[in-house]
């Protein structure tokens, strides 16, 4: 099974979208692709068009049931641990805070088949629009590296530096889409993203090496995972693609 485009989905909530892995990019790999239908590689897109139907054709039906009765049949598919077939790589350029370089190769995602769907809504009016919220979420998702290489600066002047395997462990991960849209032309108008979490647990070896600081940059990371969440989510709803990205991914499942 080919899992480019799920990966690249993945990756851009590990990833401002401006800077390293733009939406265009991810898109057009999808689209480049065969249009074999496994039901893994457009998981946002496909849980989207298949609750939006499935509640017109029977309306009485919860929509966070049909949310999730999709999502649950396109996870099926899945085996884990997923290995996203390139490298994942994350910029954050924040003023005062971080400037830092981090590339994971031979990545292995696991966590992903336990996502489920809550409070999951529709809002269908004047005829052929909706406004959708999709909801789902996973106890822990795990991301493990078997090299990463890290480079920056934090607060302007502390050098930050290593490489070698490593470890991101997210807990109670939560990912929600609100937008709207057409229902008769299955496209979305506008659409927000919301990562939200518990927790996460960093943990990359030999950084730092020679120093006494590796133990204390994985806590600081660990203890802000929050922050850097919401400073990814800025940077990909900032960019105005997302909504491309869903509509381009809606197109090749519609074939």
Same mark, same amino acid.
């Given at each position: ?76 598919? =899945?085996?884990? #641990? ?9 910029? +954050?350029?924040? *003023?005062? /805070?971080? @400037? ?35 909801? =789902?979420?996973? #106890? ?9 290489? +890290?480079?920056? *600066?934090? /607060?302007? @002047? ?52 020679? *120093? ?44």
């Amino acid at each position: 099974m080919k899992l480019d485009c799920f990966a690249s989905f993945i990756s851009l909530f590990l990833q401002p979208s401006d800077i390293i892995f733009s939406f265009d990019t991810i898109s057009n790999t999808c689209l480049q692709r065969d249009r074999e239908r496994h039901g893994v590689d457009e998981m946002a897109a496909v849980v989207v068009v298949v609750a939006v139907h499935t509640t017109l054709a029977a309306p009485r039906k919860n929509f966070n049931d049909v949310v999730n009765d999709a999502l649950q049949s396109i996870l099926a598919n =899945i085996a884990e #641990p997923v290995k996203p077939s390139g490298p994942l790589e994350i910029r +954050i350029d924040q *003023t005062h /805070v971080a @400037h830092i370089y981090l590339r994971m190769d031979d990545c292995e995602i696991t966590g992903l088949k336990d996502f489920s769907a809550h409070d999951s809504t529709i809002d269908l009016y004047g005829g052929v629009k909706a406004n959708v919220s999709i909801s =789902i979420r996973s #106890p822990k998702v795990t991301l493990t590296t078997g090299h990463y290489f +890290i480079n920056g *600066t934090m /607060v302007d @002047h502390v050098e930050l530096f290593g490489e070698g395997p490593g470890m991101i462990s997210v807990d109670e991960m939560d990912i929600k889409v609100d937008g709207s849209g057409n229902i008769v032309n299955q496209e979305f108008t506008d659409a927000t993203l919301d990562l939200e979490m518990w927790r996460w647990t960093v943990d990359l070896e030999d950084l730092m090496p020679g *120093t006494d600081l590796g133990t204390v940059f994985n806590e600081f990371f660990s203890m802000y995972g929050p922050e850097i969440f919401d400073i990814i989510e800025n940077n990909i709803n900032k960019s105005g693609k997302l909504v491309n990205f869903i509509n381009n991914l809606i197109k090749q499942y519609r074939g």
